[in-house]
């Protein structure tokens, strides 16, 4: 069986109809999103007169067979996470101004607005944006895969700040465990590639396909959205047990921007 995953779409509907079309052409039976769906960042992103919001959401309704949420879709819901051990959020966090919570989130808090555009959207796509969850399981025969945003203590990938050593992935390895996986999956890091992350190192490798054990790991991949970094999406082939990270080609970002 192969299952195709996305991240980081960032409304970028160009981006995310050629990676949907990659992913049914590799044999892919389903697709599971890892979130921040919308969330445009005008200092990193390069299609304005393309992005949707709407779009965006649409696609991912009727193709994915499973959605977390994260960061970028919390703010633009004006939802708080439910998993927040990295920073006590106040009940009242949306209704503060810009300048009291850059004040209290002291730098270590993504705020959004002073880069970001509003999502467009509709009532109903705010409505399905609340109704995501913040974890996926998903079940292939004897393997189960847990899919995030990002990593514990960090879910949602709220903080500006990203790990850089193996011991700081270690509490979500031991979530992975908690929740009867061997097998974590995430994005959030816009990471070129594939890191596989285990209780005593981090891998850091180039696109390709890697071989997956049944000891204990976590692997984070690329974005959809194009930006600084190179863009595309992972392959997990449970027959071969390998994930494979895979560049979106520009031949068919510029054919979805032409016909799309």
């Not at 633009?76 to 439910?82: A, C, D, N, W």
């Not at 890191?195 to 976590?218: A, K, M, P, W």
Request: glycine fraction near 6%; include cysteine; hydrophobic fraction near 40%.
């Amino acid at each position: 069986m192969k299952i195709g995953v996305i991240a980081d779409i960032h409304e970028d509907i160009v981006a995310l109809k050629a990676a949907l079309s990659l992913l049914e052409n590799a044999g892919c039976t389903e697709v599971v999103c890892l979130g921040d769906i919308v969330g445009f960042k005008v200092n990193t992103y390069r299609y304005l007169d393309t992005r949707s919001a709407h779009e965006c959401i649409a696609m991912i309704r009727a193709n994915c067979s499973g959605t977390v949420i994260g960061n970028n879709d919390l703010f633009q819901i004006r939802k708080l996470p439910s998993h927040t051990t990295v920073f006590d959020f106040p009940d009242n966090w949306y209704e503060l101004d810009f300048f009291e919570r850059k004040a209290l989130g002291e730098n270590h808090i993504f705020l959004y607005e002073d880069i970001q555009l509003d999502a467009l959207l509709t009532k109903a796509d705010k409505a399905w944006l609340e109704s995501l969850p913040d974890t996926w399981i998903g079940k292939y025969d004897d393997l189960r895969i847990l899919f995030t945003h990002f990593a514990m203590p960090d879910l949602h990938g709220i903080r500006t700040y990203f790990p850089k050593r193996a011991e700081e992935f270690r509490e979500h390895l031991a979530f992975i465990d908690q929740h009867g996986c061997t097998l974590g999956i995430s994005g959030h890091m816009h990471f070129e590639g594939l890191s596989r992350v285990n209780e005593e190192d981090i891998r850091r490798q180039d696109f390709g396909s890697y071989v997956y054990t049944r000891e204990l790991q976590y692997w984070y991949g690329p974005c959809i959205a194009r930006g600084p970094f190179d863009n595309g999406c992972l392959i997990i082939d449970t027959a071969e047990s390998t994930v494979e990270a895979v560049r979106l080609p520009v031949a068919a970002l510029h054919a979805h921007a032409h016909h799309g």
